[in-house]
């Protein structure tokens, strides 16, 4: 199934044991829609033809069957409450979208290779991939190019690793490449040469300002395995991306994906720090993260963990139980001072 340079096509094998996936389950609820709507309307066809009963009768049980199965659709079908509260919460907090529904990072490390911590219990590396130059280059440049992405999909699997790319076209128009190659321009001693270089330099900039990104951001997440391991599969993968037409990669800071955040859902400003703040505030279910650790080694303790909160809940049934004990006791000798006294009470 591998292509070849020059093919158009290539042979896929059939499979038709597949299930699962966002497309499968919209036909599952368009089909499993229409079949009810076709079953109903038979139904009531029949109830109006053989039912005896009065016209108002037949008129109100057809609105109240219409009724009761439009909201079936919307609440198990079209995802009503789930649609609801998202607008509910969007009117609550005036259309401001909250900034820990897109972020879900609750820390990054400081030191390279700057892992991403995600609440989900993922975590993850940003790499930039600076691309190289297609001047120069063969036909069949865009086939090897695609042909190492390939390569470095393949890796990314056996490495356990999902692959997000990020369509970040905020880098449009900063190829510091040209920089280089005006300065170089410069340097010509003949004016002729030099006027005819730095106007091709200026045509090509004005050209890329438009169309062009001289860099691709993509993501890396993982599960499963350390943060090493993550580190080691991302090399593998970057390492096959280079055979296309990428020059060198860059794991990206906080600071530069707090950056990338606030390009791609168009934010004046974002705070990367208070966000994912917030985030470990709020959390109350997947990962919660225990302590803080920075960069001069000083520890803030965020929460209790599983082993702590098991200690304070067995400290708390054993204080629970002592103290019904002790009620217990108190409650027999008040009794038995009561029987007491009721006995001497005889003489």
């Known amino acids: 199934m591998r292509p070849e340079v020059g093919d158009t096509s290539i042979t896929l094998p059939v499979t038709l044991d597949f299930k699962g996936g966002r497309s499968t389950r919209s036909k599952t609820v368009f089909w499993a829609t229409i079949i009810i709507i076709i079953a109903t309307i038979l139904i009531l066809v029949f109830f109006w033809l053989k039912s005896n009963k009065e016209f108002l009768l037949k008129l109100g049980i057809t609105i109240g069957i219409a009724i009761v199965e ?14 609801k509260k998202i607008y509910e919460d969007l009117q609550a907090s005036d ?3 909250d900034y820990t529904e897109l972020w879900k990072i609750f820390e990054i490390d400081a030191v390279h290779p700057h ?9 993850g590396i940003f790499v930039r991939m600076e691309r190289g130059t297609i001047t120069g280059k063969g036909e069949d440049a865009s086939f ?3 042909d ?10 056996s490495a356990n690793l999902d692959i997000i790319h990020i369509d970040y076209m ?15 321009a410069l340097k010509l001693e003949n004016n002729t040469m030099r006027e005819t270089m730095l106007s091709i330099y200026d045509h090509l900039m004005e050209n890329i300002s438009v169309v062009y990104s001289c860099f691709d951001v993509y993501l890396f997440l993982t599960n499963k395995g350390s943060a090493q391991s993550l580190f080691d599969g991302v090399q593998t993968v970057c390492e096959k991306m280079l055979g296309g037409n990428y020059i060198s990669y860059t794991c990206m800071s906080r600071d530069a994906v707090s950056t990338l955040c606030r390009d791609v859902f168009n934010l004046e400003f974002f705070d990367s720090v208070s966000v994912s703040q917030t985030l470990v505030d709020g959390s109350k279910d997947a990962v919660i993260p225990i302590a803080y650790k920075s960069v001069n080694g000083e520890v803030t303790v965020l929460n209790k963990t599983h082993k702590q909160q098991e200690e304070e809940r067995r400290q708390r049934e054993h ?10 006791m108190a409650r027999k000798a008040r009794k038995l001072q009561n029987n007491n006294k009721d006995f001497s009470d005889l003489f």
Do not use: P, W
């Open 70 to 83: 439009l909201r079936v659709f919307c609440i198990f079908f079209f995802k009503e409450r789930y649609l």
């Open 95 to 97: 259309g401001k979208l």
């Open 115 to 123: 892992i991403c911590y995600f609440k989900n219990g993922k975590k």
């Open 144 to 146: 090897y190019h695609y």
């Open 148 to 157: 190492a992405i390939a390569e470095a999909y393949n890796a990314a699997h």
């Open 170 to 184: 905020s880098g449009i128009g900063q190829d510091r490449r040209i920089d280089a190659l005006t300065q170089e």
């Open 319 to 328: 204080d629970m139980l002592l103290k019904r004990e002790q009620e217990e």
